[in-house]
């Protein structure tokens, strides 16, 4: 911000009804200047609209996958070679969109930065996510590029029998861009990232953004190598048991193991830690404490999802202050609702919802 952008951006919160007349009669300056130097203050994300509504001081950035997925499922014992009557689902994915979306749900202003096609799934993208409350408007539209899209066939059982990932966009998620977007990634309160995007820009993130705290979700263990050489410039890391062993090199057997997994990261310059141990519970850690959350009572009804709803409970309770035994709860009772519910994002996911599970199992 130049230190004219400065001089307007205060007069503007100390009075959002300004006229750009009045603003250049303040300073000396043209009105014309004025224009520009507001246009350059709303590209820059200090200024949200018409009528100098100024930026949300919390806003989380979210960068990542988002993708559309597509499921079929057999009526009846699935025969290869042959077309099966079924169902088929389309449902909207991607660690860093599904993020966002919880995000949203708890209310907390997100923008996404992702790749997306311009085709049909993309435009279904764009439609749900605005409707959910994400802004989209810092996503990379490419014409050239189908959005990213995942093809499952399950059998009737539910288990999957094979898929198909066509993420090339996602390898479009250049350092240059995000060049482009460092302001808005600069003023936010936290930044989110996935490993789906390329490794160089995940280093450029994690090395030229120090000033924000960021969350990774390593999403898997091949991916999380993307990470590993420099994982100490992340603030919170939340990789399950295999996606920990592989980033610290350390195999975990017992507690002792994830103590010394979750030194090795501390070592590194990680702030915060959380394990996830699946039935098992999750073991957080930061310089002061270490424990073992044991899982919360759930009727599971969908696996999928659960690690994004995790997520967005930490960064809430980050944002609110809370301690790392309470991030693990709020994360948790969040996981347990995405546990519940058919959809990989649940509907009814709020912090009401999150306080009364808790109070529920007198947590």
Do not use: W
Request: aromatic share 6%.
């Amino acid at each position: 911000m130049t230190e004219r952008e400065r001089e307007i951006l205060t007069l503007i919160s100390k009075n959002p009804l300004i006229s750009q007349q009045d603003l250049a009669d303040r300073l000396g300056i043209a009105r014309s200047s004025v224009a520009v130097h507001i246009t350059n203050l709303m590209k820059k994300g200090y200024i949200k609209g018409k009528g100098y509504i100024i930026r949300n001081e919390k806003y989380v950035t979210a960068i990542g996958g988002s993708n559309m997925d597509i499921s079929g499922f057999p009526h009846n014992t699935f025969i290869l070679n042959d077309s099966n009557p079924g169902n088929i689902k389309l449902s909207l994915g991607g660690v860093g969109r599904n993020i966002a979306e919880n995000l949203c749900k708890l209310g907390i202003e997100t923008k996404l930065v992702s790749p997306i096609g311009d085709d049909i799934y993309g435009l279904k993208i764009m439609e749900e996510c605005k409707m959910s409350g994400i802004d989209m408007s810092h996503c990379l539209f490419l014409r050239d590029h189908p959005s990213s899209t995942y093809l499952s066939i399950l059998n009737e059982n539910g288990d999957m029998l094979g898929a198909i990932a066509s993420m090339d966009i996602l390898d479009k998620m250049s350092i240059d861009f995000i060049r482009e977007k460092q302001h808005i990634i600069k003023n936010s309160r936290i930044l989110v990232v996935d490993t789906n995007i390329p490794a160089d820009t995940l280093y450029y993130i994690a090395s030229n953004f120090k000033d924000v705290p960021i969350f990774v979700d390593p999403v898997s263990t091949a991916k999380a190598l993307k990470i590993k050489d420099f994982i100490g410039l992340f603030h919170t890391i939340k990789p399950n048991k295999i996606e920990a062993e592989t980033l610290s090199g350390i195999e975990i057997n017992s507690n002792d193991d994830l103590i010394r997994v979750c030194d090795y990261f501390l070592e590194k310059g990680v702030s915060q830690i959380f394990i996830s141990l699946g039935s098992k519970g999750v073991y957080y850690a930061d310089m002061n404490t270490k424990g073992l959350l044991p899982p919360l009572d759930t009727n599971v009804v969908n696996v999928t999802g659960a690690g994004d709803a995790f997520m967005a409970g930490v960064i809430h309770s980050y944002m609110e202050g809370y301690e790392m035994k309470k991030q693990a709860l709020i994360g948790s009772a969040a996981a347990s609702l995405a546990l519940s519910h058919e959809n990989t994002i649940n509907p009814n996911l709020s912090i009401n919802n999150i306080t009364k599970k808790l109070k529920e199992l007198n947590l």
